[in-house]
């Protein structure tokens, strides 16, 4: 079926399906966000998921999902609550990412073996809309 000529079009999913309406937004994402009748485009959830694997040597997976977009913050701590690594410190899009960690510092020091924290925050502005920790282990 063509998509031109108007804004409203119909289309059936399969045989046995009722015939359903839809619109095509098209756009930036701040357009798009702002024009889907509050119609999620994705999971509104946010997640953090285990990372993968755990415990892990020489380097490990962690997994997230925004619900919402917004300034998001992933960072490593060790078992005193240091910092010792941020690996995400931007906006982002809502979706789910992926990052890989390599069991370093942030001046490229390989940590040593132990238990170490990640966590994620998402805010928007002022507004805080995620926050989440996990914990992890890191075997030499």
Not at 3 to 31: C, D, H, P, W
Not at 77 to 103: A, C, K, M, P
Not at 116 to 136: C, E, G, I, L
Request: aromatic content about 12%; glycine content about 10%; proline content about 4%.
């Amino acid at each position: 079926m063509p998509v031109s000529g108007g804004s409203k079009y119909n289309f059936t999913m399969g045989k046995s399906e009722l015939q359903r309406n839809f619109r095509l937004i098209a756009g930036r994402n701040e357009y798009i966000e702002h024009n889907t009748l509050g119609i999620p485009l994705v999971p509104l959830e946010f997640s953090l998921q285990q990372n993968y694997p755990n415990p892990f040597n020489p380097s490990t997976q962690i997994r997230y999902t925004i619900g919402n977009s917004g300034f998001v913050t992933l960072t490593i701590y060790n078992v005193l609550g240091q910092r010792v690594r941020t690996l995400q410190n931007e906006f982002q899009s809502i979706g789910t990412y992926g990052i890989e960690w390599d069991g370093t510092d942030e001046v490229g020091t390989v940590l040593s073996t132990g238990v170490y924290f990640y966590s994620v925050t998402v805010r928007s502005d002022a507004d805080r809309f995620f926050t989440a920790t996990k914990k992890m282990m890191l075997m030499k």
